[in-house]
């Protein structure tokens, strides 16, 4: 058993940067690979980016590539998405799991979601 909690969204403009956070507890941080994925109203939830527990390179979604890293702390027990160069098809709800890949199938404890909103 895994628990995540998500934090860092809120409302910016177009071009700006927030930076999300991850903290998961329960299971050895060190070994656990984690997701993150977005939720905008009336669509389907997307890959967004993964980090690898081990020196695997990060993968992301194509709409995000060049705009978003993800990085790990493991001292810290967390996970961080750094968005930059905002843009408004951005907004959406953001979730972080535990898992690794593109494929949201292969993920599995996930937390309750951060709202992002982006203004044009």
């Known amino acids: 058993q895994v628990q995540l909690v998500e934090s860092g969204g809120g409302l910016v403009q177009a071009g700006g940067s927030l930076r999300l956070s991850c903290v998961a507890s329960?299971?050895?941080?060190?070994?656990?690979?984690l997701g993150w994925f977005r939720q905008a109203p009336g669509k389907e939830r997307e890959f967004v980016a993964a980090?690898?527990?081990?020196?695997?390179?990060?993968l992301y979604g194509d709409s995000v590539k060049g705009r978003f890293t993800t990085s790990r702390d493991n001292a810290k027990n967390t996970v961080y998405l750094q968005m930059n160069s905002l843009k408004p098809e951005d907004t959406a709800v953001y979730y972080c799991a535990v898992g690794w890949g593109t494929n949201i199938r292969d993920y599995a404890y996930w937390g309750q979601g951060t709202q992002v909103t982006v203004s044009s």
């Open positions: 980090i690898n527990w081990s020196r695997i390179s990060p």
């Open positions: 329960g299971r050895t941080f060190s070994y656990i690979s």
